[in-house]
């Protein structure tokens, strides 16, 4: 149900404990969800926000219409980054991924392959690293 | 010839070339038709049509080979060339591996790898050494227009040479002034200089001591066909001067138009054309768009893998917009037809293939002409009513598929079913029922197709056959005896016609037309046969049933001997058989022996392909009424998530 369709860590060590905190915040985005739920879904914010802090790092979570969830692991120590920021990253995601979405050739559920969603996200990663 | 060579880009095969090459070319391989009896094509076109040759053109093999050993290089080069060029693919050296061959033959003497990848720079033209005429000669000076790849060594000491030679305005600066060396080029622009072509052949053994006197090293060297130093030819001054002058008229123009270095990624007219057709097959309004899973469907049938595909889609889906325009459409099949060609496809769309070029380049010469201007305007303002139209559309699908029982024969199920509801489906089972209707569609297709679906047999084959575009429009004309046959057999085939005409239109609903065919075509065999029997003449009956033919070109063409008994065989309905088959066998007499086997045979394949098609279908339905079941499931699981209680923290 929930597995992965696009998966990139900027600092190539230690990238299994990036994995591993993404899964462990899918939890919490389905949390965020449900306990939005009660509203219809059209009012629920697509943007999540912080999900947790750790002292290393902050999870910002997203989650489209479609159940696809976004999650970013920023370090911490990188103060730079302001919410407003976030979510314009986020929104960059999500185009990008309509974009993937549009081509016939993609079956939903797929890893991503698309070599424009790559540079978008090196791009990103680029600019905030 | 140099003088009057324009600008242009130099140009890779098999699309542009610049003016140069394209006249040196041309001229060659018009000698060459011409030593061969086949008739060449003269002269040069406008830049977009590469081919000043008509394509039904072929250099005859012989003044071919010569040419080829002309150019000085060892034979296994020469072998990998033909190869190369596909001129053993396709039998004959057409202007297409002609052109090829010919620029591998100046990547070759440049030093670079034989290799396509090698003739996607600007090279010089190929040097051949022929004491024949002035012009041969001259086609071994051909102005440069050498792109960033070469860095071999030998050759920035001639740039030093000439390296005064490259601006326009030194005209003046001829044979005395090469002699003298300038300090090394500085960049690859450089490389645009008439004489560096000299310098190949020779500097391949020598290096550095061709400069002192390159000319009058050059002459002596001419003579003997040292090891490869001949290629240059003779090189008289004058030769230089009018080089000169031809080089710098050509490099004004040419830094105009050389804004697109990528030169596999030109359009040419001729597959232009094929592209709009083909267009046009999916979707009859030029101005209007292909639907994702409309060329999803038909791109599938190019064989490419999907990844490639999904690759293809990214870089000509300039607007992301889930369809495709024309010039879009024409930028995807471009590349898909390269790819198949064994270019490995670019990191970004080319700018030959955007849609603003594709769109300024090729003003639609008839009415799509003011349609296509408008293609960018109306792009954004019809997104939003395109997308409901897709939306439309494939609902319209789903409704139309979902009834489909096991009536539907056409290939338009086969290719088209899953396009409805097709995006999640597995691609590998999406894959299967499109490669065996691919190869349905390349072996005897059901005879059940043979009228109906005739149009979306030829795209089939055409997107099948992408690398040969210029065979395939005379199959057009197949089509258009289709029409004529339809016409000659007008009472049994009212509904094929409405058949006909339903399939273009990218796919609408199939089982109405696939009923509807299936019983015009099992009236058409029997009319077929009752045709030739009626006849009952040899020669009649014979022409009657080649003259069907043509519209189920696969089947057909291969049914022809023993088509009437075949048919009497295998058709559903056999009304009339007995007697038909009677009446025809006096035809069949003669190819009886042969034949029977072969009847046996082509039956055994023919029924195993229905069911392969049956199967398929019954594959595709299944797996629509799995995704059905699988978007249920999850609207359910949404349901379910609203309407769990809060969880308390």
Known sequence: MNYPLYIRSAPTENELKFHYMVHTSLDVVDEKISAMGKALVDQRELYLGLLYPTEDYKVYGYVTNSKVKFVMVVDSSNTALRDNEIRSMFRKLHNSYTDVMCNPFYNPGDRIQSRAFDSMVTSMMIQVC | ?649
């Not at chain 2, 490099?251 to 105009?256: A, G």
């Not at chain 2, 029982?405 to 691609?427: I, M, R």
């Not at chain 2, 055994?604 to 079941?629: D, G, P, T, W, Y």
């Open chain 2, 1 to 649: 010839m140099e003088a009057a060579a324009g600008g242009g880009c130099g140009s890779g095969p098999p699309l542009l070339l610049s003016e140069g090459e394209q006249q040196c070319y041309s001229e060659l391989f018009a000698r060459c038709a011409a030593a061969g009896a086949a008739g060449g094509g003269p002269g040069s076109g406008p830049p977009e049509a590469a081919r000043a040759v008509p394509s039904a053109a072929t250099a005859a093999a012989g003044p071919v080979a010569d040419l080829f050993r002309a150019s000085q290089l060892p034979a296994e080069t020469l072998h990998q060339i033909t190869e190369l060029c596909g001129a053993k693919r396709v039998g004959y050296f057409g202007p297409t591996q002609f052109y090829i061959a010919l620029k591998l033959i100046a990547a070759a003497q440049s030093g670079l790898p034989v290799r396509i990848e090698s003739i996607k720079c600007e090279l010089p033209l190929p040097r051949f050494l022929m004491s024949k005429t002035d012009a041969e000669i001259r086609f071994g000076n051909p102005t440069e227009l050498h792109g960033t790849k070469v860095q071999i060594p030998y050759l920035i000491t001639e740039k030093n040479t000439f390296k005064r030679m490259d601006d326009e305005d030194k005209q003046e600066t001829q044979s005395p002034t090469m002699s003298p060396l300038a300090s090394p080029p500085s960049s690859p622009p450089h490389y645009q200089r008439v004489p560096l072509s000299h310098a190949y052949g020779k500097l391949r053994s020598n290096t550095e001591q061709m400069h002192p006197a390159p000319y009058e090293a050059r002459q002596p060297l001419v003579q003997p066909e040292g090891p490869s130093s001949g290629a240059p030819g003779t090189k008289p001054p004058r030769h230089q001067a009018s080089l000169i002058r031809s080089f710098s008229v050509e490099r004004e123009p040419q830094d105009n138009n050389s804004n697109y270095p990528d030169e596999p990624w030109r359009i040419t007219e001729e597959q232009r054309e094929y592209y709009v057709n083909q267009f046009r097959s999916l979707q009859p309004d030029p101005s209007s768009f292909i639907s994702g899973s409309v060329a999803k469907n038909f791109f599938t049938k190019s064989k490419l893998s999907i990844p490639e595909l999904s690759y293809i889609w990214e870089l000509s889906d300039a607007d992301c917009d889930g369809a495709l325009t024309l010039p879009e459409f024409c930028a995807a099949f471009h590349l898909i037809v390269a790819r198949k060609n064994g270019y490995p496809l670019p990191e970004g769309l080319p700018p030959t293939l955007q849609t603003e070029y594709l769109q300024a380049a090729f003003p639609k010469p008839k009415r799509e002409c003011a349609l296509f201007d408008s293609y960018s305007e109306s792009m954004p303002a019809n997104q939003q009513p395109r997308d409901l139209n897709r939306m439309e559309k494939l609902s319209v699908k789903d409704m139309a598929d979902f009834p489909v029982p096991t009536q539907d024969v056409t290939s338009d199920d086969k290719q088209g079913l899953k396009s409805t509801v097709d995006e999640a489906l597995p691609k590998d089972v999406s894959e299967d029922p499109a490669t065996s209707k691919d190869s349905n569609s390349l072996k005897a297709r059901p005879r059940s197709r043979s009228y109906s679906s005739t149009s979306i047999e030829e795209a089939m084959k055409r997107g099948e056959d992408p690398p040969t575009p210029p065979p395939r429009p005379q199959k057009t004309h197949s089509r258009a005896s289709s029409l004529d046959l339809n016409k000659v057999f007008q009472p049994s085939v009212p509904a094929t016609k409405s058949g006909l005409l339903p399939p273009p239109p990218a796919l609408p609903p199939r089982p109405c037309p696939s009923q509807s065919e299936q019983a015009p075509e099992a009236e058409i065999h029997p009319q077929l046969n009752r045709a030739p029997s009626q006849a009952a003449e040899s020669s009649p009956a014979k022409k009657d049933i080649p003259y069907s033919q043509p519209p189920s070109k696969p089947i057909r063409r291969k049914f022809r001997p023993e088509n009437p008994a075949t048919e009497n065989q295998d058709t559903s309905t056999a009304v009339g058989g007995p007697a038909t088959a009677a009446a025809v066998k006096p035809h069949a007499a003669v190819q009886k022996q042969s034949s029977k086997q072969k009847k046996a045979i082509q039956t055994a394949i023919r029924k195993n392909k229905e069911a392969n098609a049956v199967l398929a279908r019954l594959n595709s339905e299944l797996q629509q009424q799995l995704k059905e079941v699988h978007q249920e499931r999850i609207a359910l699981e949404n349901q379910l998530e609203q309407l769990r209680p809060v969880t308390v923290l």
